[in-house]
């Protein structure tokens, strides 16, 4: 019985997933890289995978060279499950403090996976003055707070897509589909969290009504809804021709089996994360032919074949671990940020917070999202061309089983073909 | 519409009633409200996922596996665990939240998260109900939740080890000098509970995924339908499932969803203040009424 309960405790104390790992071989004392997101999640575990991965080629070189010394980078990891159901964000909250204080990391990347813990975290960062490449949470409102108080949070970077441009892309994919088949109605369904709930406020704001399009419904689901029947029911009574879905939870996989089975005479174009990676396929028994999905950064999920350094990353993943990238969503930009990181430190010459977010600031790499500078808000700045700026990448499932690129135009593969049963207005 | 969403409720609400039927009948049984139910669930989904993918075994006799293997760990918690706390409920509670937990994090831990943790449909068809398409999975969950009640009732009620369930669930010191061994009836009522939560598990994943979070979300689901329903009532789950079930998704029709989750907690809390025992639950009830 005593070995049974120690046993169970063991367990117990083993689970909260504290993970450390990094390399060993250097003299000097290593740099570490502190990696507090929710693990537990497709996004998070993923993106935590490639910060490894880009250490360990980045220590493989060396290292990085500070003061005259090389040192190797380390990272420090921790789950902080923002992104379950009903994990309130002071909790999430404790677990940044904890391993900033605990692991002393010179700066933070990936971080939180809501936005609601990225902007109340945002205090704790600034007391600590611990520089953050964020590449997950993507609410433009830390954007906004960090311009009312720019000296305060400047320690606040943001590499991967935001709800901001995430809207041009869905905003580019809906003219699209109105160029080529005259669709013009939309149901909107969207997850009720804040980046979500933005992104369709925004969408319909500055593109829906100024382009004439009809939104026949708009829904909010709560994280870990399991049961769509009903949006679905109301979008096809409304006739709408396109459903646009934004969901980042595991759930969502749901609505496009719904989608399918209840066979709604409407494209569906958005965003779902389980659509985004190659496994979509099997998972989903083949049933998602037709429909459109967004990968936020180039690299996370897909890569574009005039892109050499995505397909080179998407591939690297890929003979490291055994598995191609799922996640359309953070281990691109999170890949990068730990070379920006470098490159920042390196150009400081230091590891003082104040010093490496100077550098950082004046950040302009091309890698495999396309090139990264970060505006004002000190948001990774995205466009459609990759020799200009980051790029994301709209894509369509063939009945067939693959992928193609629709959007953007520098990027696209082929042009969208709709699914069986659906016809073009024009 | 209001048809489909008629359809679609019965749907909801079988799902509701195959979450928490074995949670009740361990409950109605032992009194030990066994909170690694949601947990058990988990393991059982992904248990029949490994077996399926890393096994190649056919996906039926996986899940037939997965439910014995399934229902041999609940055996296995109420020996070893739960017969050491027995009749302490709070201790019962802690230990198999624990449990729960230890499951669940352990699947976290060993990085089994991701959307390709699935289990396929039955039959991969869909049929035109009162106007509506509707997948076969979910007819079948229909049939399938309906057949498990009636399959209860008769077993509850025309077998010996049934009548012995019964036997303990009314009066276990009497039940004992008739010669019904508690111990052994309350290690099946535990076994049989968990076997019934992977049989949920079976019917109810593939219509989407398996993930550590799915144990929460089940153990929630089954706790406010037993609640609602008087736990320990078969009868009372059966009406609380239809009742919340109906309840969700004409909120999500002809509200909003964004108010789903709080019409389902506004009538949690509605029954918990007129009838704290539940709609037909006879915990307390005596006390209520003094």
């Known amino acids: ?426 | 519409m209001f048809l489909g969403t008629v359809v679609y409720a019965v749907i909801n609400s079988v799902i509701l009633a195959l979450m928490a039927i074995g949670f009740n009948l361990t409950f109605g049984i032992t009194g030990v409200a066994n909170f690694a139910y949601g947990s058990l669930y988990v393991f059982s989904a992904y248990l029949s996922w490994m077996l399926l993918n890393w096994l190649g075994i056919p996906f039926l006799l996986s899940a037939a596996v997965s439910i014995l293997v399934t229902m041999i760990l609940g055996a296995l918690m109420y020996r070893f665990i739960l017969l050491r706390v027995r009749g302490q409920a709070l201790s019962e509670v802690i230990a198999t939240f624990g449990i729960g937990l230890a499951i669940l994090e352990l699947f976290r831990y060993f990085g089994m998260v991701g959307f390709e943790y699935t289990l396929p449909v039955f039959v991969d068809h869909s049929l035109m109900i009162a106007g509506v398409y509707v997948d076969m999975q979910r007819v079948l969950i229909v049939v399938i939740g309906l057949a498990l009640i009636v399959a209860l009732w008769v077993f509850t009620h025309h077998s010996s080890i049934g009548l012995a369930f019964r036997g303990i669930a009314q009066d276990e010191r009497t039940a004992l000098t008739l010669g019904i061994d508690s111990d052994w009836i309350a290690t099946l009522s535990v076994s049989l509970g968990a076997g019934l939560a992977a049989l949920a598990a079976t019917v109810i994943v593939p219509l989407g995924s398996i993930a550590p979070a799915e144990g929460y979300d089940v153990l929630i689901k089954a706790l406010a339908v037993c609640i609602v329903g008087g736990l320990g009532s078969t009868g009372g789950v059966i009406v609380a499932s239809f009742a919340i079930g109906f309840a969700e998704r004409f909120t999500d029709t002809y509200l909003s969803s964004h108010w789903t989750m709080i019409v389902s907690l506004a009538a949690i809390l509605l029954v918990l203040a007129i009838k704290p025992s539940g709609l037909f639950g006879k915990q307390k009830e005596l006390e209520e009424r003094i």
């Open chain 1, 1 to 426: 019985m005593k070995r049974i309960v120690g046993l169970i405790s063991l367990v117990l104390l083993l689970s909260p997933g504290f993970i450390l790992s990094g390399s060993i071989g250097f003299a000097a004392d290593p740099i570490v890289i502190a990696v507090p997101t929710s693990l537990g999640f497709l996004e998070g575990k993923e993106s935590h995978k490639v910060v490894q991965m880009a250490v360990s080629e980045i220590n493989a070189r060396g290292g990085v060279r500070v003061g005259g010394v090389q040192r190797p980078f380390e990272v420090a990891a921790i789950d902080i499950r923002d992104a379950a159901p009903g994990v309130p964000v002071p909790e999430a909250l404790l677990g940044i403090e904890k391993i900033i204080l605990e692991k002393k990391p010179a700066a933070i990347v990936v971080g939180p996976f809501r936005s609601e813990a990225l902007i109340a975290g945002m205090d704790i960062i600034a007391k600590y003055k611990v520089p953050m490449l964020g590449t997950i949470a993507m609410s433009p409102g830390s954007e906004a707070k960090l311009k009312k108080d720019p000296e305060k949070y400047k320690y606040i970077f943001r590499t991967c897509l935001n709800a901001v441009h995430l809207v041009k892309y869905l905003a580019g994919t809906m003219a699209l589909i109105n160029e080529e088949f005259g669709f013009n109605k939309v149901y909107v369904m969207h997850q009720d969290v804040a980046w979500a709930r933005a992104t369709g406020e925004f969408v319909k704001k500055v593109y829906f009504d100024k382009a004439g399009w009809e939104v026949v419904g708009t829904e909010a689901y709560p994280t870990g809804t399991s049961d769509f029947s009903s949006a679905l029911m109301k979008a096809r009574a409304s006739g709408a021709q396109v459903i646009m879905p934004i969901f980042d939870m595991p759930q969502s996989g749901i609505l496009v089996k719904q989608w399918k089975s209840m066979k709604v005479p409407a494209l569906m174009a958005g965003f779902i994360s389980p659509l985004a990676g190659s496994g979509a396929w099997k998972t989903f028994d083949g049933k998602i032919g037709g429909a459109i999905n967004c990968i936020f950064e180039l690299g996370s999920a897909i890569y574009a074949a005039n892109l050499p350094q995505s397909k080179d990353f998407y591939n690297k993943y890929q003979n490291t671990y055994g598995n191609p990238l799922q996640a359309g969503h953070g281990p691109a930009p999170a890949y990068e940020s730990v070379y920006i990181l470098a490159e920042a430190i390196e150009r400081a010459n230091s590891l003082e917070p104040d010093a490496i977010v100077a550098e950082l600031q004046k950040t302009d790499r091309t890698g495999v999202m396309g090139r990264v500078r970060y505006d004002e808000g000190h948001q990774a700045v995205f466009g459609n061309d990759p020799n200009e700026s980051a790029v994301a990448a709209v894509f369509q499932w063939t009945e067939k089983g693959s992928r193609k690129i629709i959007f953007p135009a520098s990027l696209a593969e082929g042009k969208i073909e709709l699914p069986a049963g659906l016809k073009s207005a024009k």
